[in-house]
């Protein structure tokens, strides 16, 4: 079942504007369970791919890493009964509405920190996932472009 209350939405990427989506299992030690609209990163988990919340991080390599939003989560009935949690990857175009207590104005650089998105880059120089391109205070929302 979805979450009537849930202020998450897809505007713009998703189902029909190719956005590369996959579904994953989340990391064993994971807790509580990943919910819509959380960011998270791909890792490796015994050969498995796995996912865990995501902090915007200085690239050591220097290609940017390569975080991911969670359009369903394990705590819906499709993701409790595959066990996965289904993302769409970030910087490729995709708008989306997340609910935030944070403070952003329009054009500001978002980032994450533990799945959550944040105007305060929690790393030096971190690539953003995105810029605020809508804020709604009153409702506890804003507009990201990634």
Not at 102 to 110: G, H, R, S, T
Not at 118 to 141: A, C, F, L, W
Request: one cysteine or more.
């Amino acid at each position: 079942m979805s979450n009537l209350e849930s202020q998450f939405d897809i505007i713009k990427g998703w189902p029909n504007s190719s956005a590369l989506h996959y579904g994953f299992k989340q990391k064993d030690a994971v807790t509580p369970a990943i919910e819509e609209g959380t960011i998270v990163a791909v890792e490796d988990e015994s050969d498995v791919a796995v996912v865990d919340r995501y902090s915007s991080a200085l690239p050591t390599s220097g290609n940017p890493d390569h975080p991911w939003l969670v359009i369903q989560g394990t705590d819906q009935s499709d993701g409790e009964f595959t066990d996965k949690v289904v993302c769409l990857k970030l910087r490729t175009g995709l708008i989306f509405k997340v609910a935030t207590s944070a403070a952003f104005n329009p054009e500001d650089p978002v980032y994450a920190n533990a799945g959550a998105i944040t105007p305060t880059d929690p790393n030096p120089t971190s690539v953003p996932i995105g810029k605020v391109i809508e804020v709604n205070p009153i409702d506890g929302y804003v507009v990201v472009e990634s």
